[in-house]
């Protein structure tokens, strides 16, 4: 649909300024697709047989509780089956939360740049969101994003590992951070990438979730167990905030044959390799990051699936032209207009053509 298309009827102007989340395109043949942070590894044969399975029934809804996902995740954080939602992606329930508990008048506050979907969560429920900039190392910057908490404020999203930029929030800051906000505001900790997550200082959501009855922590299948486009993502909290979650949901949004893909990856053989797709998508990141630094890009700390290249001191000077050039080359990346660009770690082929076209473009600008 055209951005400039006029609408035949009334709607809201909010709506009709707020720009629509743009997905990752596809890039030609023989090109590589780093825009849209999928997993380069093909489902598993034991995924592949218990979608068959389920796709016989495709002819009845999937069962809306789904307990026995729902109890494979609540082991998993040490609760009981009423602490675990899920949801059609983890960013459908990031839409369901904040419409649960912001609305006309009503604050969220998010980090940016950061997840590209923040922004327009308060429209369906006129909550308004505040952008908190990123600090100097393209981290969230907790003491200005607890500076901006008013009494407005109904949700704080944080996104770590931040997605575009890179960096974990560290345990020690999500206490401090904490420790500042009104025990009733909902916080929400999106942790999308946490598989990758190798820094041992790093928050982990199931590790403080029991210290505060205010957070939700979310997750997906999409991106470490590569069920991207079977769309399956679960959050992890306070029964009470997950219900009201649950009744501004769209009813039986997660279907069946995404729940049959989801206990299959989370079955012990199924783990196992995983772990070792991870660990392998793990160690290209490290490697990209680092040969990244070694052209003079300052890249932030990697910790998911993707590398960060930023836009001004220490990176490129323009991101929507190196992404031009990586389009030009056949492999599409994600540009953040005025902020930088977002790699995708896929396969490993991709790895000396991203370096390449990086190491290509900065020579072009330095030459001319």
Not at 122 to 127: E, I, K, P, Q, V
Request: aromatic share 6%; glycine share 10%; with cysteine.
């Amino acid at each position: 649909m055209s951005e400039n298309a006029v609408p035949p009827v009334r709607l809201r102007p909010a709506v009709l300024a707020a720009p629509a989340y743009r997905q990752g395109a596809a890039p030609a043949e023989p090109g590589f697709k780093l825009s849209s942070n999928e997993n380069p590894f093909g489902p598993l044969p034991g995924v592949l047989e218990a979608m068959a399975r389920r796709a016989e029934q495709t002819n009845r809804y999937g069962a809306a509780a789904m307990p026995e996902l729902r109890a494979m995740v609540a082991g998993g954080f040490g609760v009981s089956l009423d602490h675990v939602h899920l949801g059609a992606g983890s960013v459908a329930i990031l839409y369901q939360l904040v419409h649960a508990a912001a609305g006309p008048g009503d604050e969220y506050v998010h980090a940016w740049p950061s997840f590209e979907a923040y922004p327009a969560l308060g429209l369906a429920s006129g909550a308004t969101p505040v952008a908190v900039p990123l600090d100097a190392r393209a981290e969230h910057d907790l003491d200005a994003m607890a500076a901006a908490v008013t009494g407005r404020t109904r949700v704080i999203l944080l996104c770590t590992p931040n997605n575009p930029t890179g960096p974990a929030i560290r345990r020690a800051d999500f206490d401090r951070f904490m420790a500042r906000v009104p025990a009733d505001t909902l916080v929400v900790l999106d942790e999308a990438y946490r598989e990758f997550v190798t820094d041992p200082e790093a928050v982990r959501g199931e590790e403080v979730l029991r210290e505060h009855p205010n957070l939700v922590v979310l997750r997906t299948f999409s991106k470490a167990y590569g069920l991207a486009g079977l769309r399956v993502g679960y959050g992890v909290g306070d029964p009470a905030i997950l219900a009201a979650a649950a009744s501004v949901s769209i009813p039986l949004s997660v279907t069946g044959i995404a729940e049959s893909a989801a206990l299959a990856s989370l079955a012990p053989e199924a783990r196992g390799i995983h772990a070792e797709r991870i660990a392998e998508l793990a160690r290209r990141r490290d490697a990209l990051a680092a040969a990244l630094r070694e052209l003079g890009i300052a890249v932030p700390e990697a910790q998911g699936n993707f590398a960060w290249i930023p836009e001004g001191a220490g990176g490129v000077a323009d991101a929507a032209a190196l992404a031009a050039d990586f389009a030009e080359a056949g492999t599409l990346v994600r540009p953040f207009a005025g902020h930088g660009v977002r790699v995708s770690v896929g396969e490993l082929e991709s790895l000396p053509e991203v370096l390449r076209v990086v190491r290509e473009h900065v020579a072009a600008r330095l030459g001319g």
